[in-house]
């Protein structure tokens, strides 16, 4: 019976002799550059003459989840990953001149192309956080003062309306603009998240609400309420595959990313051999979805390769060390959802 690279890698833990270390650390190191020449080439495949990226490869894949909702999404993944891994865009300049041309002069960006209603308050609120971030990781300052967006919500409590994974959009956007966050949406925001988090530290009984407040946590500066608690349901609930597939695909398809920052990014160094095991667990899961053109599924052997799909599956490989970044990255907590974050810096939005 032949064995796939893939699952040689997997293995590499348990082996016990017979193969040279080295060996070991060579096959390892050309899977990795394999993987990232994949995902380069599925990038280039699906990059626009005007900038803009397709979700997939297939004309009338209409993408799944972010690249669904909202024709930004895959730009921005593509600026965050070409980035992180040192990579020129392959329509840089175009790229940039696509998120400008989606500015409007009350200070959002709208997507040209989405299911999403982009008149919407949830719509102008993610297009107008990724975009922000994208183009500040370009270099490039938007035409217009995205800052009304924001200020819509905190006029009165209309951030209540939004889904729960919203919350650190907020402190997203204020890592990325060149403002601080004032102090009275930083009160608001923990307010909420207090009341919404339950005795086993979850927020709405989900792990993508509660990976985002976490994330919100970590990008103000302050220690994640219940973390503990938090970490333990989190180890708790991954499955013997490696992945944290407990609901429907349509509501855990970042589940592995949003599970593996809470461990990275608030486990306690006293865990680290539970930690390290999960994310042993969750690599070799992620390393199941990726396909023959490159790119990456959701799950395992389930349809086209999807713009959102690889990022989040890379940037889960980055959190478990498996893949490595460009060197000397700034701003390295506005890449995506905080992939690049280092657990043992403090990032304050707040000064």
């Not at 209409?62 to 930004?72: A, H, P, Q, R």
């Not at 719509?123 to 994208?134: G, I």
């Not at 592995?256 to 539970?274: C, M, P, T």
Request: with cysteine; hydrophobic share 35%; charged share 25%.
């Amino acid at each position: 019976m032949s064995i796939s690279r893939r699952k040689v890698l997997q293995l590499i833990p348990v082996v016990t002799g017979g193969v040279a270390m080295g060996d070991l650390k060579f096959l390892a190191l050309d899977n990795q550059k394999n993987i990232l020449e994949g995902v380069r080439s599925f990038f280039k495949q699906t990059a626009n003459e005007d900038g803009s990226f397709s979700p997939g490869l297939p004309r009338d894949y209409e993408g799944n989840s972010d690249t669904k909702f909202s024709g930004i999404a895959a730009p921005t993944y593509a600026v965050v990953i070409h980035k992180t891994f040192g990579w020129e865009l392959p329509f840089e300049k175009e790229t940039v001149d696509f998120f400008l041309s989606c500015q409007k002069e009350d200070g959002a960006f709208y997507a040209p192309s989405g299911e999403g209603d982009m008149e919407t308050p949830l719509a102008k609120l993610y297009n107008t956080v990724q975009s922000v971030a994208a183009l500040k990781i370009l270099g490039v300052k938007p035409r217009y003062n995205p800052m009304p967006v924001i200020e819509y919500f905190f006029k009165g409590d209309d951030f209540q309306e939004l889904p729960l994974y919203t919350t650190s959009f907020f402190a997203l956007f204020f890592s990325a603009w060149n403002e601080n966050m004032p102090a009275h949406i930083d009160r608001k925001m923990r307010s909420y998240l207090k009341d919404n988090q339950t005795e086993d530290g979850y927020i709405g009984n989900h792990v993508a609400s509660t990976f985002h407040a976490a994330h919100y946590f970590r990008l103000i500066g302050e220690d994640t309420p219940m973390a503990e608690e938090m970490v333990d349901r989190v180890l708790a609930d991954q499955k013997e595959d490696g992945s944290w597939s407990l609901n429907p695909p349509d509501w855990d398809v970042h589940a592995v990313f949003d599970a593996l920052f809470i461990l990275r990014q608030v486990g306690s160094k006293e865990r680290k051999k539970e930690l390290k095991k999960a994310y042993q667990k969750a690599q070799n899961w992620i390393l199941e979805c990726q396909n023959k053109d490159g790119g990456f599924s959701h799950f395992p052997n389930s349809g086209p390769s999807d713009i959102d799909a690889v990022y989040f599956h890379i940037a889960g490989l980055v959190e478990c060390g498996y893949l490595k970044p460009k060197n000397g990255i700034e701003n390295e907590e506005i890449y995506g959802w905080g992939h690049l974050m280092d657990p043992d810096k403090t990032y304050n939005c707040l000064l």
